[in-house]
């Protein structure tokens, strides 16, 4: 696509997917049209770039799709001053977009050649708050917390404990939550030291993020 085609393709992208899906804060649209999502599509798929779908990125992984990206990140309402994880790095996208809204992201993948496929995407687009590390967001952290907000780029059956546990007093966390067909944008907050708050926003259905644990399906 020339710059004339990707320009208006990304205006699509915008008016035609997101603002529909209850996108609507200015800040959110205008970091949209301002990160190149092109940049950070693999090569064989630069034509879908903008399309409403998920972009596979080998190994299992995708990007999600634009909608869904724009909805978690509007509803995780990021500040400028805040300490953010995500799970699940991909090509770096969601990363590149958390740290133009916050102060600083660490961002997990469990597949090492994608964390440097992201690592380097964010370098290429001028990033250079966040940091991508080979992890797996499924097991515990050793001493990183506390963060303002976390997200996990995928769905999970649960959310587990240990990151919960590593949310500051009045942090969130969102994830899609739950089992195919019924899946469900969940947002938690710390209210307190020892106190949390789960509020269910919008259905959604998202690919599972490796490693973390599915609901038993045994029935007695």
Known sequence: MNLSNIAQARFNMIEQQIRPWNV???????????????????????????????????HGECMLAPRMEARLLQDLQVQPNERVLEVGAGSGYMAALLAHRGASVLSLEIQAELAALACANLQRAGVHNAEVRVADGAKALRSEGPFDAIMLSGSVADVPQHLLDLLAVGGRLIAVVGDEPIMCATLVTRVGPAELSSTKLWDANAPRLHGFAEHSHFHF
């Open 24 to 58: 609507l804060d200015t800040d959110i649209l205008a970091l949209l049209s301002a990160v190149p999502r092109e940049d950070f599509v693999p090569a064989a798929h630069q034509a879908l770039a903008f399309a409403d779908l998920e972009i596979p990125l080998g």
